[in-house]
């Protein structure tokens, strides 16, 4: 398991107050890593830290809104002060404030989406850059969805701006391979948070999703926890630009059920 081994290094985890983030967190630090988690909210980012700790699981609470430079530049540098370094970017925190047909989106929902969902990720992807390239290398891993390989109803700015962090992504890869630095998405499917409870709170939403899923469920946040590990660790030093898709089958099922 020393492959999988994160002693002594650093990471950063966003949007980690809850569902995804949280459960990438936790197997970060549970892995040996010094984690930093951060949302919008220090209160939310607290309460959390606290219940991990209980559990045996240290973490350091730093909260900053994706979507505002400064607050970027504060996460990165409380995180470089107080651990010396970062070795690992968890690029998670997203906001969907529109659902409903997109020709019914505001330019306001897209200026939102697309802030934090692309911009942020780019943001802090651009700030760690040079602190991972000063310890040899690092990694960045975006959470990107399947709604960005294909096209989701209701959910077309999300979709959009999923399909443009796959992209970034790819990006990312090709131009940061020279300095050691591996990056790559993961690409969820259905999963069961609060995120998406505008689904899976909807009885008729919720079995059509189900229908289109052939282990016939959402997964549960800790189910991606294993690919995270993977790409956070040394097990992944030859694997840069990929996207991983944890989707229960979604993309390679045919909806149709007998």
């Known amino acids: 398991m020393a492959l999988f081994d ?70 990165i540098q409380h995180t470089v002060d107080t651990h010396g370094g970062i070795d690992i970017l968890f690029n998670n925190a997203a906001t969907n404030p529109h659902f409903g047909p997109i020709l019914t989106a505001e330019d306001s929902h897209w200026d939102k989406i697309l802030d934090v969902n692309v ?70 499917g259905f999963v069961k948070t609060k995120f998406s409870a505008a689904l899976w709170g909807n009885e008729q939403i919720n079995t059509a999703v189900l229908r289109t899923i052939p282990q016939n469920r959402m997964a549960d946040p800790s189910e991606l926890t294993g690919i995270a590990l993977y790409l956070a660790s040394s097990a992944s030093s030859f694997t840069t630009g990929a996207t991983f898709l944890i989707d229960g089958g979604q993309m390679v099922g045919s909806g149709i059920s007998f």
């Not at 002693?7 to 984690?35: N, Q």
């Not at 989701?152 to 630095?181: D, F, R």
């Open 6 to 75: 994160l002693t002594g290094k650093v990471a950063i985890v966003t949007g980690a107050s809850r569902g995804i983030g949280l459960a990438i967190a936790e197997a970060l630090a549970t892995a040996g890593a010094h984690v930093v988690i951060s949302s919008r909210k220090q209160e939310a980012l607290d309460k959390v830290a606290a219940e991990m700790g209980e559990r045996g699981v240290g973490v350091t609470a730093v909260a900053a809104h994706t979507g505002d430079p400064d607050a970027v530049q504060h996460l």
């Open 119 to 188: 911009k942020g990720y780019f943001r802090i992807a651009k700030a760690c850059a040079p602190h991972m390239q000063a310890r040899g290398g690092g990694k960045i891993i975006n959470v990107a969805s399947i709604a960005g390989k294909k096209a989701q109803p209701m959910m077309g700015v999300y979709s959009v701006s999923k399909a443009a962090v796959l992209m970034l992504t790819e990006v990312l890869a090709a131009e940061l391979a020279p300095a050691n630095i591996q990056v790559n998405a993961i690409a969820p």
